[in-house]
């Protein structure tokens, strides 16, 4: 068997058998005894209005409309947010029609048995995975809430372990870039969007008011090996930890090459989308972002770690422009990843909920039940 073949294998085995209980010895009763009554699903389209206009290589916005899901089920009712991304065809509406399209599926189903119940909407949503993540993390939070215990605490998580995140600065002019860096003064590392041809004057008015450690983040904008190369060994003298997809998802060769000479470690983003795209990833990456809207949620998330992790590969998790919902989901999985750069709910102006928390730039997770997010009166 070759190399690649092999990885696979384990990834396949891995994939299978995340987040996966072993059988317990027989009971009396199942563990969903004593549910009553049909759940209900409900959905709405939130625009959140960002702080600064956001840009990177692929687009300019002032907001971004997420979809936010309640499934309340015997009066306890779980949140779950998913955030729509272009680059793959989704937009709000559309994850929308799909969450409403498995509604009565779900009306059904026994959250308690969420590996299956979730396993079938994977199954039953033909792409939009901001919608399926959604609904995973509406339906886990249920399970918290109904258990009593935190997400993290289902799934044997520490949250004492939960890493550092970043904060993010999107592309712009040099003056409003230098005010951006001084507004993040109180987050003790910075990650950088990058990807222009205005890459060096970006970074020059960075480190002309800060010398804290910098990522990057190039989102495919880089078109030739050559370039990303000269632009890496550049980076590497401006204190910069590590990179994010130099070149187009698709040029995996390119990106090996890159590997073989890089100064510095080499992170897939749009290279990686759900656990089955890890493996492959392996000889030419030195580690995954793992982002819960192109996953399809947590349970998804948490395989694509573990996989990462068999494999040798450093693991972060990212996140989309979102409210504290989705970051809070995704937080709940930091106990388990080298890097975090969860900050989609500190870019925004009018997050309608609380979640988890920032202090000195460490992720502080709420230990309420199930996510643990609280709805903010505005």
């Known amino acids: 068997m070759q190399r690649r073949d092999a990885l696979k294998a384990v990834g396949t085995l891995v994939a299978a058998s995340a987040l996966r209980p072993e059988r317990a010895p027989a009971q009396p009763a199942p563990a969903s005894a004593g549910l009553i009554g049909p759940a209900t699903v409900e959905t709405e389209i939130v625009r959140l209005r960002l702080r600064h206009t956001w840009t990177t290589t692929m687009s300019s916005s002032d907001y971004r409309d997420t979809l936010h899901v309640r499934y309340t089920k015997d009066g306890v009712t779980g949140v779950g947010e998913g955030a729509p991304i272009v680059r793959y065809h989704e937009d709000a509406a559309g994850c929308r029609q799909a969450v409403e399209s498995v509604a009565g599926f779900l009306a059904s189903a026994d959250p308690l048995e969420f590996d299956k119940t ?48 970043t904060f993010s600065i999107g592309i712009d002019t040099p003056e409003i870039t230098r005010q951006k860096v001084r507004e993040a003064e109180a987050y003790p590392v910075l990650k950088i969007k990058v ?107 948490y395989r694509m770690i573990q996989i990462a992790r068999a494999l040798g590969l450093k693991t972060m998790l990212g996140c989309m422009i979102s409210s504290s919902v989705s970051i809070t989901a995704a937080a709940h999985l930091s106990p388990l990843v080298d890097y975090a750069d969860l900050d989609g709910n500190l870019l925004i102006a009018n997050d309608p909920y609380q979640g988890v928390k920032v202090e000195a730039g460490k992720l502080v997770l709420p230990n309420r039940p199930g996510l643990g997010v609280r709805r903010l009166k505005r």
């Open 195 to 301: 990807g222009l041809d205005t890459d060096e004057a970006t970074i020059a008015a960075v480190r002309s008011v800060t010398t804290k450690p910098l990522r990057v983040d190039a989102n495919e904008g880089w078109k030739d090996k050559e370039t990303a190369i000269r632009k890496i060994d550049w980076l590497a003298t401006q204190g910069v930890e590590f990179i994010e997809q130099p070149l187009p998802a698709a040029m995996l060769e390119d990106i090996a090459w890159l590997k073989e000479r890089s100064a510095m470690p080499i992170f897939a983003d749009e290279a990686c989308l759900r656990p089955e795209d890890v493996p492959g990833l392996a000889g030419a990456y030195d580690g995954i972002n793992v982002k819960l809207d192109k996953a399809g949620g947590i349970l998804q998330g």
């Open 118 to 165: 979730l396993g079938a909407v994977l199954r039953r949503i033909d792409g939009m995975w901001a919608a399926k993540a959604a609904v995973d993390i509406a339906v886990l939070d249920w399970v918290g809430r109904k258990r009593g215990l935190p997400i993290y605490a289902l799934l044997g998580l520490d949250p004492a372990d939960a890493p550092v995140t």
